[in-house]
C-alpha cells in the first residue's frame, strides 16, 4: 500500500490515544518519568561544571560530549534497533543509565571533570542505543490513525518535562545543591524500564539472512545509508534537525549557560535562571507543534511548508532575544526561538514516520540521529570557543546564529517549491 493510498482514516485524538491503547500508553508515561530526570541531570551537570570551573569552554564540552557519544554508537545503534527486539532494547538502555549516573555524586572538584564527561559519556553512548530504538518501535505499538497524535503527543512530552524538570532542576540546584539531581535521574530511568516492560509487544520478523557477524551489522548499516542515497527527499527530511542544531541549538546551548551565570543570574552559580531559560523553552518547542498541527494534520505537503515557515519563527525569536534588553525579553524570544524549532522536530519526525518502511526505520532514525548530534557537537564546540577565544559578546553572537539560520530555511523552501511530493515509496 502506498502512503498516500493509506490515508483514508479518521485520525485518532490525544486523549483517545492515551485512553485506549495501553502499549503507548505505558511507552508515554515511562518517558514522562524519564525525561524529567533527564532534565535534572543537565541543569545539575551545567552548573556543577560552570561551578568547578568558570569556563565556557568547559560548558561548551559538555554539550559537545553529550552529542558526539550517541553519534559514535549510531551505526550499531540503527543495525540493533532493526535485528533486534526494540522493546528488550528499550529496557537494557534504561537500566544501564540507571546505574551510570549515580557515578556523577562522586565529582566534587575541578581535576574530576574529565569523569564527568567520561559517565557523560557512557550515559548518552546508550541513549544513541535508545532513542532509534524508540522511534521505531512507535509505529508497531499504534495504529495508522493514531501515529500523527502519538509523534506530537511524545514530542509535546519532551517539551513539557524540559520546562518541568529544568525548572525544577533549576530550583533544586539554586537552593539546594546539584547532588540530589542525579538521584532522582537515576531512579527516574529504573521506573522507565518497569513501565516499558508492561508494553505487550510482538515484533516483525527479522531477516534471517542477515548473520550475527560484525560484518554483517555493518552491510546493514551500508544498506541503510543506500536507503537514504536513493531516496533524497527521505535524507531531504531527516537533515532537518541538525540543519538547525549547527545553526542555532548547538551554540545557543553553551550561550544560555553564559546568560544565566552572568548576565541574568538567579540563585547559586546561575541555576535557577537557568532553569527558567530551560523551562520556556520546554513550553515553545510544546506548544509550537501542537497548535502548528491543528492546521497541517498528518498532510505531508502542509508539513513540509509549516516546516519551511518554522525556520522563520526561530529567526524571529533569536532577533527579539539578541539585545538582551531585560530577562523577560530574553525568555520571549527564547519562546519563540523554540517554538520553531519544536515545528522543525515533531513535523521531520511525523513525515520519516509516515514514509519509512520498518526494514530501514531503525538505520535511518540512527542516522538522522547521528547527524543531530555531531551538528549540536560541531555547534556546541564552537560556540563555547568563541565565547573563550573571540571578542564576540554574547549578543552578537545571537545575530551571527540567526543570520545562519536563514540559509537551511532557503533550501528546503527551494526544495518544496521544486519537489512539491515528497517520495511515497510503496511499504
Not at 485506549?20 to 505505558?26: A, E, I, P
Not at 515511562?30 to 535534572?40: A, P
Not at 551538528?375 to 546564529?401: E, K, P, R
Amino acid at each position: 500500500m502506498s502512503v498516500d493510498a493509506s490515508r483514508k482514516f479518521e485520525p485518532v485524538g490525544y486523549l483517545a490515544l492515551v485512553l485506549r491503547n495501553k502499549n503507548y500508553r505505558s511507552l508515554w508515561i515511562g518517558e514522562i518519568i524519564s525525561l524529567f530526570g533527564d532534565w535534572f541531570n543537565l541543569i545539575a551537570s551545567a552548573a556543577l561544571i560552570a561551578k568547578l570551573t568558570s569556563s565556557g569552554l568547559a560548558v561548551g564540552g559538555l554539550f559537545v560530549v553529550r552529542m558526539l557519544a550517541p553519534f559514535l554508537v549510531s551505526p550499531l545503534a540503527g543495525v540493533f534497533a532493526d535485528r533486534f527486539n526494540r522493546k528488550h532494547l528499550l529496557i537494557i538502555s534504561d537500566l544501564i543509565r540507571a546505574a551510570v549516573v549515580l557515578g556523577f555524586l562522586l565529582i566534587r572538584e575541578p581535576n574530576h571533570i574529565w569523569f564527568l564527561y567520561t559517565l557523560t559519556s557512557i550515559q548518552l553512548a546508550i541513549s544513541g542505543f535508545f532513542y532509534p530504538a524508540r522511534n521505531a518501535i512507535l509505529p508497531e505499538i499504534v495504529s495508522r490513525a493514531e501515529l500523527g497524535a502519538a509523534n506530537a503527543l511524545s514530542s509535546a512530552t519532551w517539551s513539557v518535562m524540559l520546562a518541568l524538570g529544568a525548572a525544577m532542576g533549576g530550583v533544586v540546584a539554586g537552593q539546594w545543591g546539584i547532588y540530589p539531581a542525579f538521584v532522582i535521574d537515576s531512579i527516574s530511568f529504573l521506573l522507565s524500564a518497569l513501565l516499558i516492560a508492561q508494553i505487550i509487544y510482538q515484533p516483525e520478523p527479522k531477516d534471517a539472512e542477515s548473520g550475527q557477524s560484525l560484518r554483517a551489522a555493518g552491510r546493514q548499516y551500508v544498506e541503510g545509508l543506500r536507503y537514504l542515497i536513493q531516496n533524497i527527499a527521505i535524507f531531504a527530511t531527516s537533515f532537518h534537525k541538525a540543519a538547525l542544531a549547527l545553526t542555532v541549538n548547538g551554540a545557543f546551548q553553551v550561550v544560555q549557560v553564559a546568560l544565566a551565570e552572568q548576565k541574568f543570574v538567579l540563585g547559586e552559580g546561575g541555576g535557577t535562571s537557568l532553569g527558567i531559560l530551560y523551562a520556556v523553552a520546554g513550553i515553545g518547542t510544546g506548544l509550537g507543534p501542537i497548535v502548528a498541527r491543528r492546521f497541517t494534520g498528518d498532510r505531508e505537503n502542509m508539513l513540509q511548508i509549516v516546516l519551511a515557515l518554522s525556520y522563520g519563527l526561530t529567526i524571529l525569536g533569536l532577533i527579539i532575544t539578541a539585545p538582551l534588553y531585560n530577562f523577560g525579553t530574553v525568555l520571549f524570544g527564547s519562546f519563540l526561538r523554540a517554538s520553531g524549532s519544536g515545528i522543525n522536530w515533531v513535523f521531520s519526525t511525523q513525515l520519516l514516520l509516515q514514509l519509512l518502511p520498518d526494514r530501514v526505520r531503525g538505520r535511518v532514525f540512527s542516522t538522522e540521529f547521528a547527524m543531530l548530534t555531531l551538528a549540536n557537537a560541531l555547534g556546541a564546540a564552537a560556540g563555547g570557543w568563541a565565547l573563550d577565544n573571540t571578542s564576540l559578546d554574547l549578543s552578537q553572537m545571537l545575530w551571527i546564529m540567526s543570520l545562519l539560520t536563514i540559509v537551511p530555511g532557503v533550501l528546503w523552501t527551494l526544495w518544496i517549491i521544486f519537489n512539491r511530493k515528497p517520495n511515497t515509496e510503496v511499504v
